[in-house]
């Protein structure tokens, strides 16, 4: 059965002991992350299936606030990332999607992923007009369930932009294919020229 998806970015830097007073500028996805966590346990998963794009930190990150209220028994399933077709994913999160559907297992899903790396110039690969750009058309393609519109996007248009996460994205949505669900866009920024969304899917009864 599946109960419950968030989308959650993954910098190291909005961990305390790492980020120190730099958190301060990633205060919106912290918040959102820590309401993410409270929504997604109280679906009680019995297990979660997480998929990043980056071993250690694309799991780990996300965990350190949306495991928090977790039972300790909560069973755990990384999923890497090593397909460069974006519609692979998609096809992928419906075939996990029908195992789920068969399973008496409560399952949760988390889509680890920052979106565009060229947002600003002083971040870590610069900035570039498609950047921003791109962020719009997910974050917006998220709220309207819309994942014809990502799967449309041109190849090329999604280089310039320099995402890292919408594989994992297109997982989710494949995932919850064919289901009744909501979403919501908890938080995006982009403060150190990185965008940082937190969402949530949640199942209609």
């Known amino acids: 059965m599946l109960t419950f998806g968030v989308i959650a970015p993954h910098p190291p830097i909005i961990i305390p002991e790492i980020g120190g007073k730099e958190i301060e500028k990633v205060k919106k996805t912290i918040s959102a992350l820590e309401l993410a966590a409270k929504k997604l346990a109280a679906t ?29 028994n909560t069973e755990l399933e990384e999923i890497l990332v090593t397909n460069p077709s974006y519609e692979y994913y998609f096809d992928l999160g419906k ?18 992923g920052d979106l565009s790396h060229v947002l600003k110039d002083d971040g870590p690969y610069g900035y570039h007009p498609e950047g921003p750009e791109l962020d719009e058309i997910i974050v917006k393609a998220v709220i309207e369930r819309d994942v014809k519109r990502l799967l449309k996007i ?26 009744n669900y909501s979403t919501e866009v908890l938080s995006y920024e982009g403060p150190f020229g990185v965008g940082y969304m937190v969402a949530t899917f949640t199942v209609r009864q």
């Open 44 to 72: 009680k998963p019995d297990q979660l299936l997480i998929i990043s794009p980056h071993r250690e930190h694309g799991y780990e990150v996300p965990l350190y606030y949306l495991g928090k209220h977790l039972a300790p």
């Open 95 to 112: 075939q996990y999607g029908e195992e789920i559907d068969k399973s008496n297992n409560r399952t949760a899903v988390i889509a680890s």
């Open 154 to 179: 041109d190849y090329e248009f999604l280089q310039r932009g320099a995402e890292c996460g919408l594989r994992s994205i297109l997982f989710l949505f494949g995932v919850f294919a064919g289901k």
